[in-house]
């Protein structure tokens, strides 16, 4: 794949002009499929990891079309939201399609481990928020970093947490994920000596109004250093993990020159 540097030791050493050179920055933007999706190749570059495709309410033929085309420019092409009448379906098209069911997501290529330290900590409150922690959790893995999975550790019986008090004490970022009540972030963020996200699930009795309850309960905690994603966006919390554990190795290596 052709990235921007290249490009510009390619205009420095004389192999191509500046005019070629302006014109492979421009297809670099983004390259259509179809008449129903645009892909962005550079997103790598700004944020860290390649445009994801969101599978939900998109067609196997669709979801096939736009990874054939990532497949030319990213190592690690992901779908989320997937169902797994949907993934038999592309995997007619791409063959060596991997599918991670509880999660939901499709994935090709493997990825680079990071070249930085740190790891990212998942913990659930009940076993039925396994769906979203597993989008986290894959999502992790997938952009190289180290996963820690608890399981199964909410408040109800709080002991389960406490045993585990170590790997909240080890943590270099923690994503919590619940539903229900969403107490869980609120117990760990007042425990925990890192930057914790709470993933609140649409897990829950009528009045957790499809995870509601859970989203407003951990936007009003008051555990300092906690902050929140959207309901069931596993995907979304996994991403800000690592952009933290980047940023953090980022400042690192400044504080090196």
Same mark, same amino acid.
């Given at each position: 794949m052709e990235t921007l540097q290249t490009i510009l030791e390619a205009v420095s050493s004389g192999y191509?002009?500046?005019?070629? &050179?302006?014109?492979?920055?421009?297809?670099?933007?983004?390259?259509?499929? &179809?008449?129903?999706?645009?892909? =962005?190749?550079?997103?790598?570059?700004?944020?860290?990891?390649?445009?994801?495709?969101?599978?939900? =309410?998109?067609?196997?033929?669709?979801?096939?079309?736009?990874?054939?085309?990532?497949?030319?420019?990213?190592?690690?092409?992901?779908?989320?939201?997937?169902?797994?009448?949907?993934?038999?379906?592309?995997?007619?098209?791409?063959?060596?399609?991997?599918?991670?069911?509880? &999660?939901?997501?499709? &994935?090709?290529?493997?990825?680079?481990?990071?070249e930085i330290f740190g790891k990212i900590t998942i913990l659930t409150a009940g076993t039925s928020d396994l769906p979203v922690a597993e989008e986290a959790a894959i999502t992790g893995e997938l952009m190289g970093f180290p996963v820690q999975r608890l399981w199964d550790v909410g408040v109800s019986g709080v002991h389960r947490l406490l045993n585990n008090r170590h790997l909240l004490d080890e943590a270099d970022v923690l994503i919590v994920v619940a539903g229900m009540e969403g107490a869980l972030p609120s117990v760990v963020g007042g425990l925990a000596n890192c930057p914790v996200i709470g993933v609140p699930t649409s897990i829950g009795y009528g009045a957790s109004f499809g995870g509601l309850s859970a989203l407003l309960a951990m936007l009003n905690s008051c555990a300092a250093g906690l902050g929140v994603v959207n309901i069931d966006n596993g995907f979304g919390a996994a991403i800000l993990a690592g952009q933290i554990l980047r940023t953090a190795a980022r400042i690192a290596a400044k504080s090196k020159l």
């Open positions: 191509i002009t500046p005019e070629t &050179a302006r014109s492979k920055i421009k297809a670099m933007g983004y390259e259509s499929v &179809a008449e129903f999706a645009k892909i =962005d190749h550079q997103r790598q570059g700004r944020t860290g990891f390649p445009e994801v495709i969101w599978g939900q =309410d998109k067609t196997s033929e669709q979801i096939a079309q736009i990874m054939e085309v990532m497949s030319k420019h990213q190592s690690v092409i992901m779908a989320t939201r997937v169902e797994v009448k949907i993934y038999e379906e592309i995997k007619q098209i791409i063959p060596n399609l991997r599918y991670y069911p509880i &999660a939901r997501i499709c &994935a090709l290529g493997n990825p680079k481990s990071q």
